[in-house]
C-alpha cells in the first residue's frame, strides 16, 4: 500500500510538470541552450573522472541503443495508455505507428548522413618516419598518403586519419529522443484527469512504465550533457543537435498535424481524450450515482 500510494503521488506530480505548458513550450529552448553551452563545462570538469572513459558502461550500453531503449519504452507507453483509455486496438496502433514513423526516419537520416560524410571527407594514412627518406634532414610532420577508395568506417577501422564533414548522430538522436520523450509523455496528465470523473485510476503497469520513461528522460540529458561537456566537437555536436530539433520540429510541428485521413497518425494526445462529448460509460456512472442520492 505504501509503495503504491507513493508511486501514484510521484507519478501525479511528474505527469503535472510534464503537462505543464511551460515545458511543452519551452523544453526545446533548454535543450538548444545545453547543446550551445554544453562544451564550456570542458573547462571545468575532470580529465580523470569515469564519465571521460569513452568506453565506460553507460556509453556502452545505452549511447550505442539509444532509439531501441526510447522505442520500447514510448512504444509500451503509448499502448498501455490507448488499453487504460479503452479505445479500440485500431487506434492504439495508429499512436504506435507515429513511433515507427520516426524509426523510419531515423534509419533514413543515417544512411543520408553516411553518405554525406563519406563524399565530403578524405581519408590518409600516416607515414612512418622510418619510411620518409628526408625525415632525417628535416624535422617536419611526417606526410600523410592519400586513400580515396576508403569510406569513413573502413578508414576507422584500419586505424587511419579521417578529415572531413561531420554531424554528431549521438547528439541528433540524444535531441530527438528527448523531445519526444517530453512530447508522448506529457498527455498523461490529461489521461489522469479524464478518469477522475469515472473514479477510475491508471493501472500500476502504466504508471511503472512512465516512470520509467523520465528516468529515461533523465538518462539521455544526462548523456548529453556528458558528450558535450567530456567529448567536445564543435559544430559536429551543434549541427547534430539542430538536425535533432529540426526532426522532432518536422514530425510533431508538422506531419503529425496533418488530418488522419491523409494517412497521418496524428498528435498524441488524438482521439484518446474526449471533449465536449463523454462516453457511455461516464454518463451511466453519473446517472446511477444520481439514483442513489435520490433513494437516500
Given amino acids: 500500500m505504501l509503495l503504491n500510494a507513493a508511486l501514484e503521488f510521484v507519478t501525479n ?63 509500451s507507453f503509448i499502448a498501455l495508455l490507448s488499453l487504460s483509455a479503452r479505445h479500440p486496438f485500431s487506434l492504439c496502433l495508429r499512436h504506435l505507428s507515429r513511433v515507427g514513423l520516426a524509426g523510419l526516419f531515423w534509419w533514413g537520416c543515417r544512411r543520408l548522413l553516411t553518405l554525406l560524410e563519406d563524399a565530403a571527407g578524405t581519408c590518409y594514412e600516416p607515414m612512418n618516419p622510418a619510411q620518409d627518406a628526408q625525415s632525417s634532414a628535416s624535422p617536419v610532420q611526417p606526410l600523410l598518403l592519400l586513400h580515396e577508395d576508403q569510406n569513413k568506417a573502413s578508414c576507422l577501422k584500419a ?26 509523455m506529457s498527455v498523461f496528465g490529461s489521461h489522469l484527469e479524464q478518469e477522475k470523473p469515472l473514479q477510475r485510476s491508471p493501472g500500476t503497469p502504466l504508471r511503472v512504465i512512465f516512470l520509467l520513461c523520465v528516468v529515461l528522460l533523465l538518462v539521455w540529458m544526462f548523456l548529453l550533457l556528458c558528450l558535450l561537456a567530456y567529448f567536445p566537437k564543435f559544430p559536429s555536436q551543434q549541427l547534430g543537435g539542430a538536425l535533432g530539433y529540426l526532426w522532432w520540429k518536422g514530425l ?9 485521413r491523409w494517412g497521418c497518425p496524428g498528435l498524441p494526445a488524438e482521439g484518446l481524450f474526449y471533449h465536449g462529448q463523454w462516453p457511455k460509460e461516464r454518463d451511466e456512472l453519473i446517472n446511477g450515482q444520481e439514483r442513489e442520492r435520490q433513494s437516500i
Avoid at 523544453?27 to 580529465?47: M, T
Avoid at 510533431?252 to 488522419?260: E, F, H, N
Fill in 13 to 75: 506530480l511528474l505527469a503535472r510538470v510534464l503537462g505543464s505548458s511551460l515545458v511543452r513550450r519551452h523544453f526545446h529552448l533548454l535543450l538548444s541552450a545545453l547543446v550551445l553551452f554544453g562544451p564550456v563545462l570542458s573547462f571545468w570538469v575532470s580529465k580523470y573522472s569515469i564519465f571521460a572513459n569513452s568506453n565506460h558502461y553507460l556509453y556502452r550500453k545505452f549511447l550505442r541503443s539509444t532509439w531501441g531503449w526510447t522505442c520500447i519504452f514510448t512504444g
Fill in 159 to 184: 586505424h587511419m586519419l579521417w578529415r572531413g564533414y561531420e554531424v554528431s548522430q549521438d547528439i541528433l538522436i540524444l535531441c530527438f529522443c528527448c523531445l519526444l520523450l517530453v512530447e508522448e
Fill in 252 to 260: 510533431y510541428q508538422g506531419l503529425y498535424r496533418l488530418r488522419s
